[in-house]
């Protein structure tokens, strides 16, 4: 089967590369099926930006073998000059993986932190994700139309090759077959697939209790954390020189020098704002005010008593 002659090489920036789909028992026609290539571009780069190759409209049974597979045996890039592949929606478990699929889909979130306080966030909590996570129950994903993938290469240069290769298959009018000669090396897709489906939506007794045991294990671990956590809060105080009430019993009271400490160095840290607003102070000619009239009054009341003190010793003289 030829290639249609109308096919473009280009379509925007990106480079087009028909791929034959093989026929199937159920659709007996060979299809054309178009993947579109270019550079790795994201909105927020990462440091495997610049080796990386972005494409789009992945056929719906990809896999990491079928693109190694394609680079390698169609475009005559050694498998072993391909780092990884990240497909659209996957999970990574390195922090590299996740920054490059997120930043080619705009989701990657700057570094600035967010002035708002979050509550309820518990800093004990660490992410064993990968240790509670459930067993799988399908033995390779399918993709929807449309989805794409970014192929991280050792290096530029081999990036590079496979933008060559694909542009000189595109004037050869090479045909280039999806997935051949690797059946075996990927599980079956059809009636097989969903017969391994039900086999592996029920694990075996011992797998099962391994993970039971796993995730109680991070559980307490997350609890025994926590509980430190608690106890330090019960026995330092914070810059207000007050001590956190927490749940639980008391392992010992705070230290009292620290508590006066932080206290005068939040006076210190005040001194000079008294009269920063006007209210303040007028509140403050009204308390010198005030004290100023107490303490008249009480002077007075100290001269009368002497008034008539010495009034009362004048007449025991006379009598």
């Known amino acids: 089967m030829a290639l249609p002659i ?46 990386s190759l972005f494409l789009v409209n992945v056929p719906c049974d990809a896999t990491e073998i079928h693109v190694k597979y394609l680079c390698s045996e169609k475009l005559g890039i050694p498998s072993g000059r391909i780092e990884e592949v990240q497909f659209e929606g996957t999970m990574r478990r390195n922090r590299q993986g996740r920054d490059d699929v997120q930043a080619s889909t705009g989701q990657l979130q700057t570094g600035k932190k967010s002035m708002k306080r979050k509550r309820g966030v518990d800093e004990t909590r660490i992410d064993h994700t990968d240790e509670m996570r459930l067993p799988e129950t399908w033995d390779r994903p399918i993709w929807h139309s449309g989805s794409n993938a970014v192929v991280v290469f050792v290096d530029r240069t081999s990036m590079e090759t496979v933008i060559k290769a694909v542009r000189r298959v595109q004037k050869g009018g090479e045909k280039i077959i999806w997935g051949d000669r690797i059946e075996g090396k990927v599980p079956a897709l059809g009636l097989q697939r969903y017969l391994n489906y039900q086999k592996m939506r029920y694990p075996e007794k011992g797998f099962l209790l391994e993970m039971a045991n796993s995730y109680m294990t991070v559980y307490a671990n997350q609890e025994k954390a926590r509980a430190h956590k608690l106890a330090r809060q019960r026995q330092q105080p914070d810059e207000d020189g007050f001590v956190t009430v927490t749940r639980g019993g008391r392992i010992g009271p705070a230290r009292q020098e620290e508590a006066k400490e932080r206290l005068e160095k939040q006076k210190e840290k005040q001194k000079g704002l008294e009269d920063f607003y006007r209210f303040q102070s007028r509140e403050k000619r009204k308390e010198r005010a005030g004290e100023l009239i107490r303490k008249f009054e009480q002077d007075r009341e100290k001269v009368r008593k002497m008034r008539e003190r010495r009034g009362r010793f004048r007449a025991s003289q006379v009598l």
């Open 6 to 51: 109308t096919t473009p090489l280009k379509l925007a920036d990106y480079i087009i590369l028909p791929l034959l789909l093989p026929k199937l028992p159920s659709f007996g026609t060979q299809a054309v099926h178009y993947l579109y290539l270019h550079p790795h571009e994201p909105k927020i780069p990462t440091p495997s930006t610049s080796r």
